[in-house]
């Protein structure tokens, strides 16, 4: 009974020491996922004024993009693509389902396509795929530290544009929805092309008072433009961050609801044990007693008086 008994309690130890780790990475989870959404609902209410700035601008200029850096020799069958996934496990199916969703996507479109990734475990499935990644990001652990991610990401984009190496660049990222729940989205950010710029001139003004726009010259478009790459891809990493954290917290949620289960089952084994081994030595005793009273005892030994 000792080493039955013995081993369900060291079990038990180990099942509650997790339980506890769980709950910390659930109380982390719930925790950032505030953080993100807040920042994406800021984000949103930013977007939309500098849409509407860009389309002020295309609806008065009523020619190509200026101010945005065109590159000829660039193939325009070659595609760019960032994926955002994670760097850390627990997640549950996060990562395989964004490297799928972007690795059906690339594949029905023309031309080779060259990754990003931001996240070693998103990283690992898009090579298993036989993608081919140019490059390593690190995930960002708050929202602070999302504006250098994004330079980092502009950076080596632009340079490799600038070198002709692609033409398209998309973002691939999980979008929040409600609760735990997450989608899988991209968004083709460049070129910046006449399609472009026509959806953008269609977008309509809220109220009744048109716009004017105050520079005639490019820097206000380059302005607007840099604007928009840099919250397209801010938003897309404080989206991915929010679905990351709603998939972390879902599946530390069933998992300590798994390890309850698994707790409730060994108490009960326990206890079942101990009382068979209780019941056990009473009948040893109950018996030794009975050999006793009726004289079963050794040889020569005399009934017992009591």
């Excluded at 496990?89 to 690339?106: S, Y």
């Excluded at 504006?147 to 691939?172: D, H, M």
């Excluded at 928009?228 to 989206?239: K, P």
Aim: glycine content about 10%.
């Amino acid at each position: 009974m000792s080493d039955s008994t013995g081993g369900l309690s060291r079990q038990i130890r180990s099942a509650g020491e997790l339980q506890s780790v769980v709950r910390t990475m659930k109380a982390l989870a719930a925790s950032s996922i505030g953080q993100y959404e807040q920042s994406v609902r800021a984000l949103g209410d930013y977007y939309r004024t500098v849409e509407l700035g860009l389309g002020a601008c295309f609806r008065e200029s009523k020619s190509a993009p200026r101010g945005v850096k065109r590159h000829r020799s660039a193939d325009p069958g070659a595609i760019g693509a960032v994926v955002f996934g994670s760097d850390q496990g627990l997640v549950g199916p996060f990562n395989d389902v964004i490297a799928d969703f972007a690795v059906q996507t690339l594949a029905a479109l023309p031309g080779k396509a060259e990754i990003w990734a931001v996240g070693e475990r998103v990283n690992a499935r898009l090579a298993e795929a036989g993608l081919t990644v140019m490059g390593l990001f690190s995930v960002p652990d708050s929202v602070q530290a999302i504006t250098p991610l994004v330079g980092q990401i502009q950076i080596e984009s632009e340079t490799r544009r600038a070198k002709g190496e692609y033409a398209q660049l998309y973002l691939f990222h999980n979008r929040p929805k409600s609760g735990s729940v997450y989608q899988p989205v991209a968004q083709r950010l460049l070129p910046l092309d006449t399609g472009w710029q026509l959806g953008l001139a269609q977008v309509s003004w809220p109220t009744k008072l048109l716009p004017e726009v105050m520079c005639r010259d490019p820097v206000t478009l380059r302005a607007l433009i840099r604007e928009y790459l840099f919250i397209s891809l801010f938003r897309a990493c404080a989206e991915s961050l929010a679905s990351e954290n709603a998939s972390r917290l879902a599946a530390m949620q069933r998992a300590d609801k798994n390890i309850d289960d698994l707790l409730e089952t060994l108490h009960r084994t326990f206890h079942r044990l101990r009382q068979a081994g209780i019941d056990e030595e009473l009948f040893d005793v109950i018996s030794g007693f009975e050999a006793l009273s009726t004289g079963d005892g050794p040889p020569g030994a005399g009934p017992t008086k009591f």
